[in-house]
């Protein structure tokens, strides 16, 4: 992932209803961690990912996770 907030070392906690997200990978939405539809044309994508009920998840912010949109603590965090 590129321009994820690589100080923070910390997972964005959130509580997610079921649907389908979009995780902004450009840094540049306003509406972050989501994409908002802001990122230069074809240069880079969202990762899609989807939830398929109401559920606490963590995604990375380090950019350092083998699964992302989510941490799976490669960081040394604990999740």
Known sequence: MSKMNTDAKMPIVLTLEPGTYF???CGKSQNLPFCDGTHPAGDVVPLR????EQKKVYLCSC???GSP???DG????DV
């Open 23 to 25: 995780r902004c990978t």
């Open 49 to 52: 990912f989807e939830i398929s």
């Open 63 to 65: 950019g350092e996770s």
């Open 69 to 71: 949109p989510f941490c």
């Open 74 to 77: 490669t960081c040394g965090v």
